[in-house]
């Protein structure tokens, strides 16, 4: 399991009956998590004097409880500044796991002693965007999202990399992947973060188990010569880290390189075990070793 642990301004604190205990910078959340399917004693006094509390609801959805949490806070990571809000279905603005994905490919950009072009998919607000940017990259930042690319743009005033070479585009990713295979455009890497189900901006509906595998194929196309690394996430059950794995193996062959996958996952503080939090795919050239 690749285990984002490096974190300072966030930890899961305690898992139980469906439900993690985690500190946002000052902050203390409880949000539910379909991983956990133990129940332990909850005997940290965080799980009764929590800021704010997800209830999910038995007819779908769900609605936060707050009791003491600004409209907006920041946490940060190695040099990167998130503003983080609780909004709809548990969400905060980032998911801290995927930290170590820009661990990962942040040593690969800097190490490729050349010029970058990362085109980030699915990108929301910016994670992967400004780390990958921070490294050195120049970054294609894709989302349907009208909101969602607003707020990165704001993550990356606050990180400063107003100035990054970051191109913001609001747009279905497909849509944007054909267009720029008819423009002749290449990237030297692929960072994609696809939803389970999804809409675009004129209603073009996604959903991952149909359509995964035909995007995959079709995001080689913008690929460069010697492409650096393309990486896959997944939070959907049924792609688990060997699908990753197999799809990636199949459509990156012709470059060579390397394909791993593996789950990704959170250290738990209280009782030091690790809470899975979906799987990653990750193929990279024999250079970037």
């Not at 539910?32 to 704010?52: F, I, R, Y």
């Not at 944007?176 to 008819?182: A, C, M, N, S």
């Not at 004129?202 to 359509?211: A, F, M, R, S």
């Not at 196309?221 to 896959?232: A, D, G, N, S, Y």
Request: hydrophobic share 40%; charged share 25%; with cysteine.
């Amino acid at each position: 399991m690749w285990i984002a642990n490096d974190w300072k301004d966030f930890e899961v604190i305690d898992t139980s009956k469906g439900e993690k205990l985690e500190r946002w910078g000052d902050f203390l959340l409880i949000r539910p998590d379909p991983q956990v399917l133990w129940e332990t004693s909850k005997e940290h006094k965080g799980w009764k004097k929590c800021n704010a509390h997800y209830h999910r609801s038995s007819k779908g959805g769900g609605e936060w409880k707050i009791f003491n949490l600004p409209k907006q806070w920041d946490i940060s990571y190695k040099g990167l500044t998130f503003h983080l809000q609780p909004f709809s279905f548990k969400h905060t603005g980032l998911f801290p796991e995927q930290a170590v994905n820009w661990d990962w490919f942040s040593e690969k950009i800097k190490s490729a002693k050349r010029p970058v072009k990362v085109l980030n998919l699915f990108a929301y607000t910016g994670g992967a965007t400004l780390a990958a940017a921070k490294a050195g990259a120049s970054v294609t930042h894709v989302d349907a999202s009208k909101g969602m690319v607003t707020w990165a743009k704001e993550n990356a005033l606050a990180s400063g990399l107003k100035d990054a070479p970051i191109r913001y585009i609001v747009d279905d990713c497909v849509k944007f992947v054909e267009r720029e295979i008819r423009r002749g455009n290449k990237y030297d890497a692929v960072i994609m973060d696809p939803p389970s189900y999804g809409r675009g901006p004129k209603g073009e509906i996604w959903k991952i188990e149909d359509n995964i595998h035909s995007f995959v194929h079709l995001c080689t196309k913008v690929l460069t010569e010697k492409p650096l690394f393309f990486l896959i996430n997944s939070y959907t059950t049924g792609l688990q880290a060997g699908v990753l794995s197999y799809m990636l193996s199949i459509e990156m062959k012709r470059f060579g390189g390397i394909v791993q996958a593996e789950e990704i996952g959170l250290p738990v503080s209280n009782n030091g075990l690790v809470l899975p939090c979906g799987a990653s795919g990750r193929w990279e050239s024999i250079e970037s070793k």
